[in-house]
């Protein structure tokens, strides 16, 4: 009688079937998004932060077009592509780039679209005009290496989870006792030793702090003194930067080589590659070692590579954040993979709803599901009131500060404005702002979260380095840039200010975190994303020492319809208990409250 | 102070208002039901008599409404140990739950060796968190009783299969339904009324809609939140004439986009105006251009998992053009949209309504045909309405768009809900089809006059 609820259809179909139709579903939703946006009126747009209304073009400014817009709400990010005109006939309007947007002096810049240099940008000076999203285009498909994994018996049994792990005891009792001399824990000992013995795969589940890219860099220098030719995949070039700058570190001499990374990731973390050694090459032209080296990429490159280039292993880094199909192309180059990540952090995105839920799940948490791995268990990141709350809300209780962290505090100069927010007493405090603000976009949380960073920096004598303000939404971080330029503080530039996704893998002494919804409306709608358990986890856990969670009690009210948005709901009301509450409701929100 | 039970709990998740009068007023001041609300509750009930058959369940017995009498019974048959009772009689402070069924599981508990876990049967495909939450709700109460929180609870579905879950995931939110429900009992006045999806079927319309209305209440306009309607009444706009009027601009309203605050002036005007107010909109070239565009539309019965009705139009406005198809099973659903498509040419947009075609089409393409560019060609014309116009109401349905925008009796052909009931009837296919031309014919209209139509002159 007991049986798992399914989701009927889809157990009609094959693995390969479903993750097709996850393919066919990301490519059509966002096709459609693009074509529904082009059919909005310009308010809806604007409300949307898909668009910006009435930008006066004042000139150029060396490579900028500047203009002036009182109000910019929107969701661009430098480098999004944009097209710029009447707002009605999106044909006839230039293609563009994003680049930056000070609100203190309301002015927007664009630049010319570098893949398209030869964009129409005779704007008139004093017209105005609307900033529109434009489609990326060119999304390249990965349907092909789903149909070649599957036509392939051994990575067909793997990923379905009919496959039993093996591993060679004579490597394993070598790289134990190898690892150990390299001075790492213990729990990091047993999950590198599996990765270095297994004979196809192995899962290591690295939780905030826990040293995972460096124990990735000891097995890949490990392996490569062995002589093994080793791919290294990630989803992003950040990760894929980071994994090799932490291998260099480990092996000095070992020739590291990134394909794509000529043209792929910014301009500086590029130099920071060259400075490090690592061989930047194009994909398709590549003369690679045959052996004792690293081919490092983002998924979309190991499509390109020679049809015959294969690896003794395929490294993963962050693959808790690589969807299944897109793990595949580099799957398909060798025949032991090593997967390092953590299904609790951020999760694949994906542009689509998908009610086959599994089929939109990472790579890790796919196979770990399989197949189980090795959690690293001891933080050196966090003291002990953060990792106890991140701990028990998100890793069941099995995650520990290491003595190193355990008692380190917030510096704390007793007599500012917040001494109760900032006590380091309370590692991790709810700041209570009972706004009822709809959409992306609270200026009362903006206010108080500039106070707090403020009163960090002033009283308590925190480097503007050290802390880092997190909010869900990119229209909530743009406002509050705005309100930290306001406080004027020294050395501003150096205080990180983005989206969660952006943060992950970096850490600070404080976080300030903005939740920003407080409409239990909008709430309800978007529970599934902002109070997501994932997304609060590596939020909260980028703190050494102090945890500020700025947010509204009608956050928390939302009781959404979908039975996991319902649980995620449910969690974050745990989590909001746990909380030392301070109620600044009164200071920073009007009679709405 | 009247008892919360699990029914309150399923209403507070969808509108506290519910819950509260629910709480507060007799029975007898509910609306009447239909007679296909009745007929979808008889077969809620029957299919849990069914499933309850199979499982030789022990029902405690007692002096009907006695709940006392029937918790003191329950208690026993806990206390014994009979693996599986039906209709139990759970009482706490304030509180009555009555799941449909407790299953017997190993683990101590102050019963013994063992312990039970709730199982409550639905009519539903999927689960839905209002479901859990009432699943919660007893097993708060049956953990009191036991001296032991079940790891364990579950929904059974309408396919037999069971969706279990562990209860530790949804007690923070179970507790905080709880205690606003307690608050609510002692004080329904907390729970203001407010315009949402589902106003119209709910059994206390006759009570809201009317009071709402008298007080030019700022949810009665289309894209209004509860934070928004919050925020302007802080700022002494409290009525739609208020808001028709209002004149400054977004800053003054505690700062909310000023875009928003456009957009929901244009609304309350449109609302005052009783008639859709068009938006400019980017024009649509080429590809985009809905200019040969058809219609596609299904009547289904949810309970059953199935489509009763498949129906085309092309071209848009051709009342000759309409095509219906009636599969006779699941198994002839996809053969009969092939049919009714291959009238249509290849390419041309397909326009629906609301996400009853996408959603079915995702359960079979992948499972039969992979014809995966079809879905390319659907076109939601809810979205492109909400998108294209204010109207005069929040316009959850097919229904409020017809009654709104073109005058019309949206139920000329019977409500939707029906649809279910004709399937059993001799006549029902010549009831369905005609239920489904009047709706395709009401769709056709909705494009053409709201879609089609020039900008309302500002």
Known sequence: ?593 | MRRITGTHVYSYAKCPRLAALDLSLPKSERRVWHPWEEFAAKRGRDFEDEFVATLAAVQPEYPARDFDRGAAATLELLKQGVPWIHQAVLLGDQRLGLPDLLRKVDGPSKLGSHHYEVLDVKTSGLARGDQVLQVMFYTRLLAELQGRMPERAAIILKDGSEHGFATADYLAVTRDVEGALLRLAAHPDLARPFLQRGCESCHWSDHCLPELTAKGDLSLVAGMSHGARAILEANGCRTVADLAEFSNDGRSLSQLDSALVRRLRKAAQARLAAAPTVEARPRQKGSLSLDRAAIIHLLTDPYAGRVLAFAVQHPIGDDNGIAVELPASVATEWSALKALLARVPTGVPLLHFDSALPRWYEAHAFSREADTGLAARFVDLQRRLRAAALFPEPAFTLADLVRCALSRDPLRAGHWGQAAMWAAEADGADKLVAKARADVQDLADLKRRVLDAAPTPA
């Open chain 1, 1 to 593: 009688m007991r049986r798992r609820r399914p989701l009927r259809r889809t157990l009609e179909l094959t693995l390969e079937q479903r993750l097709l139709r996850f393919l066919a579903r990301e490519e059509e939703g966002e096709r459609q998004t693009h074509r529904e946006l082009r059919a909005q009126p310009i308010d809806l747009r604007v409300i949307d932060g898909d668009c910006i209304h009435d930008a006066r073009f004042t000139g150029r400014d060396g490579s900028a077009f500047v203009f002036t817009c009182s109000e910019n709400h929107s969701k661009f990010r430098t480098g999004d592509p944009v097209a710029v005109g009447d707002g009605q006939d999106f044909d006839a309007a230039s293609p563009m780039a994003y680049a930056a947007y000070d609100a203190g002096r309301s002015e927007l810049r664009l630049e010319l679209d570098p893949y398209n240099r030869s964009a129409r940008t005779d704007f008139v000076v004093g017209c105005a005009y609307v900033v529109d999203r434009r489609e990326f285009g060119g999304r390249g498909s990965l349907a092909v290496a789903v149909r070649d994994a599957f036509a392939f018996p051994w990575l067909k049994n793997v990923l379905e989870g009919r496959h039993e792990l093996t591993c060679d005891e004579a490597r394993l009792l070598r790289a134990r006792s190898f690892l150990l001399s390299r001075g790492l824990n213990s729990a990091q000992v047993e999950a590198g030793a599996a990765a270095i013995a297994t004979e196809s795969l192995a899962l290591v589940q690295g939780p905030p702090g826990t040293g995972k890219t460096k124990l990735l860099a000891e097995v890949v220098a490990a392996l490569c003194s062995r002589k093994c030719r080793i791919a290294l995949c990630a989803f992003t070039h950040n990760a894929v930067d980071n994994a090799l700058l932490a291998i260099r570190k480990v092996a000095p001499e070992l020739e590291l080589v990134k394909v794509g990374g000529n043209s792929g990731g910014s301009s500086e973390a590029r130099a920071d590659l060259s400075r490090a050694g690592v061989r930047l090459v194009d994909a398709k032209r590549a003369m690679l070692p045959a052996e004792s080296v690293v081919v490092a990429g983002t998924c979309y490159q190991f499509p390109k590579l020679q049809e015959d280039t294969a690896f003794h292993y395929t490294v993963f880094d962050e693959a808790g954040q690589l969807p299944i199909p897109h793990a595949l192309p580099a799957m398909l180059r060798s025949k032991r993979w090593l997967f390092f990540g953590d299904h609790r952090q951020l999760p694949p995105v994906v542009t689509s709803e998908h009610r086959d839920r599994e089929a939109a799940d990472s790579i890790f948490a796919h196979l770990h599901r399989r197949y189980g791995g090795h959690l690293l268990d001891t933080t050196y990141r966090m003291n002990e009131g953060v990792c106890r709350l991140v701990s028990e809300t998100y890793y069941d209780g099995l995650l520990h500060a290491a003595p190193s962290s355990i008692d380190r505090r917030l510096p704390f100069v007793p007599g500012g404005r917040l001494d109760e927010v900032l006590d380091p007493a309370h590692s991790v405090v709810w700041v209570r702002v009972d706004h009822r603000q709809p959409g992306s976009r609270s200026h009362e949380e903006a206010h108080a979260v500039a106070d707090v960073v403020a009163d960090l920096v002033r009283q308590h004598g925190v480097p503007t380095r050290e802390i880092a303000v997190i909010a869900p939404f990119r229209a909530q971080v743009q406002l509050l840039r705005a309100a930290l330029d306001q406080k004027e503080l020294q050395n501003r530039a150096e205080l990180v200010v983005d989206t969660v996704e952006r943060i992950q893998g970096q850490e600070r002494e404080a976080v300030v975190v903005s939740l920003t919804a407080g409409d239990p409306d909008e709430a309800r709608g978007r529970s599934a994303f902002h109070l997501n358990e994932n997304r609060l986890n590596v939020a909260l856990s980028r703190a050494r020492t102090k945890v500020v969670l700025v947010a509204s009690a009608h956050s928390f009210e939302a009781i959404p319809g979908d039975v996991d948005a319902l649980r995620t709901a449910s969690r974050c009301r745990e989590l909001r208990d746990r909380l030392t509450m301070v109620d600044l409701t009164k200071l920073y929100c009007g009679p709405v409250a």
